[in-house]
């Protein structure tokens, strides 16, 4: 009787597991349709909204549109080197944070306070209209790029002062007990993992920054903000212009969270 008992409890197990399985992915299947359901009642009854306030003029939106999104690509040069940027500054900025040299730790304090202690629109007029006075003229889609940089190089500063601390100490003194140098171990061993650990953060600063991104309009960088205020103004379509710049801010935040989710995951399994 062992014997005969045994293939029944054998084949019973992963029936169990298969309706485990199959009932988790309905609730899945369920729980996505309820989301689209809700986001596209939500949108809908926007649209709707101003569709019956007679706020939505097609044959306008379809003239101007192509004039508006032409800054599309503005904004994301704007944002993708602004990003190299401030990540060059912040890997330096966390070296010298961790730094034992006082002149050095110094320099990346002020930086970070300063940065962190006055706004972004502050720091972009100044690059733009207090550097002239100072004898450095700038174009003005350089000037976004320096101040975005390097205001989000001072924040991401203590991100990656966080990711090398969080790479064991074993490592690096494991590496120190082979003979090898303090550059190359900072090099090799420790900024390859800080990078793993901070990317998240770093997804979500970028995210952030396309955003932050059209504050750079008010030193007429031809971005897609500028262009939306622009054709708004001229033809007093003002919330039109600003709908149409919304959405593209929308949809550009929801692609790059959707690879940045993605990265995580791949990320996760990799950690696993």
Excluded at 104 to 109: G, L, N, P, R
Excluded at 230 to 238: K, L, S
Aim: hydrophobic share 55%.
């Amino acid at each position: 009787m062992t014997t005969s008992a045994a293939p029944a409890t054998s084949t019973a197990r992963p029936e169990i597991l298969d309706r485990i399985d199959a009932s988790q992915r309905r609730k899945r299947t369920w729980f996505r349709i309820q989301f689209i359901a809700v986001w596209i009642g939500l949108v809908g009854a926007l649209i709707y909204g101003l569709w019956a306030t007679d706020n939505i003029d097609l044959e306008w939106m379809g003239t101007w549109a192509p004039f508006i999104l032409g800054g599309t690509a503005v904004t994301v040069l704007v944002c993708v080197t602004s990003i190299i940027l401030a990540t060059a500054l912040a890997i330096i900025g966390a070296i010298s944070r961790l730094s034992s040299n006082a002149v050095v730790y110094s320099v990346a304090s002020l930086y970070v306070s300063l940065v962190r202690g006055t706004p972004l629109l502050v720091q972009i007029f100044f690059v733009y209209f207090a550097l002239p006075q100072m004898g450095v003229r700038l174009d003005a889609l350089l000037c976004g790029i320096l101040a975005l940089g390097f205001n989000y190089g001072a924040y991401m500063t203590e991100v990656f002062r966080a990711g090398i601390q969080a790479v064991p100490r074993g490592q690096r003194e494991a590496a120190q007990a082979l003979g090898m140098p303090e550059r190359n171990i900072m090099r090799r061993i420790v900024l390859p993992q800080a990078f793993r650990i901070v990317t998240p953060a770093i997804g979500n600063d970028f995210v952030a920054m396309i955003k932050d991104s059209a504050l750079v309009s008010t030193i007429a960088v031809q971005e897609l903000l500028w262009r939306a205020q622009r054709a708004g103004t001229q033809t007093f379509h003002t919330l039109q212009a600003l709908l149409i710049a919304a959405l593209v801010y929308w949809v550009l935040t929801i692609i790059f969270s959707y690879f940045q989710e993605r990265l995580e995951r791949r990320m996760a399994r990799g950690d696993r």
